[in-house]
């Protein structure tokens, strides 16, 4: 671990049995800012002393991406969470995108951060949080823990934001490939209004370049495969392959093309989710967890360097 004198705190560095695979942890946000295999960086760095740009690999809890207005209205309640991204007047990735996690566990390969949601204004509910980081061979695992700590029924969505990469291929030729058949249409807030079938610019079932798009979009009827799992890849022109699984739970995928991430001309990320955005609103796949309740989440990245000439 090094020092907290950093905007994003506390670093931690994992590794794996053989010394191949790595990752880096910030205990802001528990953000993932790296994961390499054999020296090639999976996800793309940006200076330790900046604070994490774009959402870079936070956990977004009690709900990922945006509720509009900040208001929300579920059980005959509405409540007015605090504005967090001005531009679009929204509340915006959580209550945690700016947290210091605690390290509860750790070895060398592996790392359990938590962090609670305290009851506060727009979320009088009590929860408590963990992520597990875990490396092995050319792989990255992460579990997430969400309990309700509180004495009525708390609702829950949560989202992650990893940046992807092949550090040595540019982005742009990278092809990205993902199983969602439809997408959902935002306004000018960017929440959803409709949603409508793939379109010649969002079709990524059969693979595009990602220099020939421009996204901010979520995916849903997303495909499993035989091991339940929902697959999002990205493939340098020399076959290698970056794959991201999500487990049972996470049936969105938002992905976000960049100009504006620091040191790279352009920047995708691959976001898992459990609800769309405004979910606190439309009720989409929210979860209410009962008192006493835990709901674990599960998701990785596999790097298939085998095809590499």
Same mark, same amino acid.
């Given at each position: 671990?090094?020092s907290?004198?950093?905007?994003?705190?506390?670093q931690?560095?994992?590794r794996?049995?053989?010394?191949q695979?790595?990752a880096d942890i910030?205990?802001?946000?528990a953000?993932?800012?790296?994961?390499t295999v054999d020296?090639?960086?999976?996800?793309p760095?940006?200076p330790l002393?900046?604070?994490?740009p =774009?959402?870079?690999?936070?956990?977004?809890?009690?709900w990922? &991406?945006?509720?509009?207005?900040?208001?929300?209205?579920q059980?005959?309640?509405t409540?007015?969470?605090?504005?967090?991204?001005?531009?679009?007047? &929204?509340?915006?990735h959580g209550?945690l995108?700016?947290?210091?996690?605690t390290?509860? =566990?750790?070895?060398?390969?592996?790392?359990?951060?938590?962090?609670?949601v305290?009851p506060?204004?727009g979320?009088?509910?009590h929860?408590?949080?963990s992520v597990?980081?875990?490396?092995?061979?050319?792989r990255?695992?992460?579990?997430?823990?969400?309990?309700n700590?509180?004495?009525?029924? =708390?609702?829950?969505?949560?989202?992650t934001?990893p940046?992807?990469?092949?550090a040595?291929v540019?982005?742009?030729d990278l092809?990205?490939?993902s199983?969602g058949?439809?997408?959902f249409?935002?306004?000018?807030?960017?929440?959803p209004?409709?949603?409508?079938?793939?379109?010649?610019?969002?079709?990524l079932?059969?693979?595009r370049?990602?220099?020939?798009?421009?996204l901010?979009?979520?995916?849903?009827?997303l495909i499993?495969?035989a091991?339940?799992?929902?697959l999002?890849s990205?493939?340098?022109?020399?076959?290698?392959?970056l794959?991201l699984?999500q487990?049972?739970g996470f049936d969105?995928?938002?992905?976000?093309?960049?100009?504006?991430y620091?040191g790279q001309?352009?920047?995708?990320?691959?976001?898992?989710?459990?609800a769309?955005?405004d979910?606190? &609103?439309?009720g989409?796949?929210?979860?209410?967890?009962?008192p006493g309740?835990?709901?674990?989440l599960?998701?990785?990245?596999?790097?298939?360097?085998?095809?590499?000439g």
């Amino acid at each position: 671990m090094t020092s907290t004198h950093h905007p994003t705190g506390a670093q931690f560095a994992l590794r794996s049995a053989d010394g191949q695979t790595t990752a880096d942890i910030a205990q802001v946000g528990a953000a993932l800012r790296g994961f390499t295999v054999d020296g090639v960086d999976l996800v793309p760095r940006y200076p330790l002393d900046s604070a994490t740009p =774009a959402g870079s690999g936070i956990v977004l809890v009690p709900w990922p &991406n945006r509720v509009r207005d900040g208001k929300w209205t579920q059980r005959g309640e509405t409540r007015q969470l605090a504005i967090t991204e001005p531009a679009t007047g &929204n509340a915006s990735h959580g209550l945690l995108r700016f947290a210091p996690y605690t390290a509860v =566990a750790r070895d060398e390969a592996s790392l359990t951060l938590s962090a609670p949601v305290v009851p506060q204004t727009g979320y009088p509910f009590h929860l408590g949080t963990s992520v597990t980081y875990a490396v092995g061979d050319m792989r990255l695992d992460v579990t997430h823990a969400v309990t309700n700590l509180g004495t009525t029924d =708390a609702p829950v969505a949560l989202g992650t934001h990893p940046y992807l990469c092949i550090a040595d291929v540019d982005t742009a030729d990278l092809v990205l490939t993902s199983t969602g058949s439809t997408r959902f249409v935002l306004d000018e807030q960017k929440i959803p209004v409709g949603e409508e079938g793939v379109d010649a610019s969002t079709d990524l079932r059969g693979g595009r370049r990602v220099g020939e798009l421009s996204l901010d979009t979520a995916f849903g009827d997303l495909i499993r495969d035989a091991d339940g799992l929902v697959l999002t890849s990205l493939a340098a022109p020399d076959g290698r392959t970056l794959t991201l699984w999500q487990g049972e739970g996470f049936d969105f995928v938002q992905v976000f093309t960049t100009d504006r991430y620091p040191g790279q001309p352009l920047a995708v990320a691959v976001e898992p989710m459990t609800a769309p955005a405004d979910a606190f &609103n439309s009720g989409r796949s929210l979860r209410w967890l009962a008192p006493g309740e835990t709901w674990e989440l599960r998701w990785g990245i596999v790097f298939d360097a085998a095809s590499r000439g």
